[in-house]
């Protein structure tokens, strides 16, 4: 529930940016809902387009294929922390989004440019209709979605507690193919042409291979306070 303080305070734009299995998602939401902040989860958004381009048969190795249907399905991002849904042309997403198919999948389909461009603006108008201020994590928020953001953390962890992290939510999902996974969706990331996964240079680097999640959130929800304090 949003508290008159989080009403008062000024609107805050903090980009929390980094690979996966770093704790993005978990501090994120647990920050926007602390500070009364809207919340985006633009690898959903990613995601959702690339369910979309497997439902309707795209082949996803064929740039060309995706460029041409990319300003196709409708998605629409809730921005609540406490329940982040995500439609595409009115169909609720949410669980579909996270199988197998569709992860080993978004890093081809979020390389094509078109659909950077299309995603991209859609995250930019999301931002913009947030009143109080929101949290939005991704891999290129700070450097090219939201670069004059408020608040911008980058956040980093050992490929070992990265891999731990995400077999556990997996369901104890063998720790070295989930290792392996992992790099190379990273790999994929950061080497694509358009707005890679990048550290802002005045981004904050937090390593949270040693840090418990609440430790996390503290560490950011300190930096939010501060540069609002400060507005
Ligand atoms: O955070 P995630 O694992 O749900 O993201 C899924 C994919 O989407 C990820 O492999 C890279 C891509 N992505 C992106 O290119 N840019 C973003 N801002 C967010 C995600």
Known sequence: METSAA???????????????????????????????????????????????VNNGIDVSDPTAIAAVAAKPEIVSGTDPSAPIITVDGTDVSGPIRT?????????VSAVPEVRARITELQRSVAAAAEGGIVVEGRDIGTTVLPDADVKIFLTASP?????????????????????????????????????????????????????????IECVVTLVEEKRAAK
């Not at 197998?100 to 081809?108: F, R």
């Not at 995400?166 to 042409?193: M, N, P, Q, Y």
Request: hydrophobic share 40%; proline share 3%; no cysteine.
């Open 7 to 53: 009403r008062t305070a000024p609107a805050v734009i903090v980009a929390i940016d980094g690979p996966s299995g770093t704790g993005k998602s978990s501090t994120s939401k647990a920050v926007a809902a602390q500070l009364g902040l809207s919340y985006l989860d633009t690898g959903a958004q990613y995601r959702a387009i690339t369910w979309w381009m």
């Open 100 to 108: 197998q198919e569709v992860t080993s999948k978004v890093s081809a």
């Open 160 to 216: 070992e507690a990265r891999a731990a992290r995400r077999s556990g939510e997996l369901k104890g999902a063998d720790l070295h193919t989930t290792r392996e996974a992992l790099l190379k969706r990273d790999a994929a990331d950061s080497t694509r042409k358009t707005s890679p996964l990048a550290k802002a240079d005045d981004a904050v680097e937090v390593d949270t291979s040693d840090l418990t999640l609440q430790q996390v």
